[in-house]
């Protein structure tokens, strides 16, 4: 409730990324936060969006059509997390390519801002939920930050 509050505050003069830490681990708390994201879009005219690591328990349905990627430990997760209603956004040791690929059946779109240069605000790929799971592709993002070479030797081992 105090996050919704916070978002509600907000002035609305960019486009909100919604947990930069933290998520909502169930329903009743998806459902608050997204209708304070629907509220902020609406009064503002500017998108919102997440990742969730709660996937497997909170139901898309309960973000209330908001834009929300599942973010996911694998190739088996994307399907997984299709199944329950989801794009998915997972993290790779290195991108395949710059450009659209295929790895194990799956449609991987590497993420503009990563191999292009592309700032978020004039890429927009993480709002557009529905175009990603009407066609499949989930945004691939390579390790990076402060835990990169963590991130990177824990996914070359799997």
């Not at 916070?6 to 830490?21: E, K, N, P, T």
């Not at 191999?115 to 390579?142: P, W, Y």
Request: net charge neutral.
């Amino acid at each position: 409730k105090a996050e919704a509050e916070a978002i509600r505050g907000l002035s609305g003069r960019f486009d909100l990324r919604v947990h930069v830490v933290g998520d909502c681990a169930d329903d009743d708390s998806a459902n608050i936060v997204s209708t304070a994201m629907a509220e902020h879009k609406a009064k503002h005219d500017c998108e919102a969006w997440t990742y969730t690591h709660a996937w497997r328990d909170v139901s898309s349905r309960s973000w209330n059509n908001q834009n929300v990627l599942a973010s996911v430990e694998s190739i088996a997760d994307i399907k997984k997390a299709r199944r329950r209603e989801y794009a998915a956004a997972i993290v790779v040791a290195k991108f395949k390519s710059d450009k659209l690929y295929i790895e194990d059946g799956e449609k991987l779109l590497p993420c503009p801002n990563q191999t292009r240069g592309v700032q978020c605000v004039d890429c927009r790929l993480c709002m557009k939920t529905e175009h990603l799971r009407n066609n499949d592709i989930s945004i691939a993002f390579e390790a990076h930050g402060a835990g990169e070479k963590k991130v990177r030797l824990a996914l070359e081992t799997v």
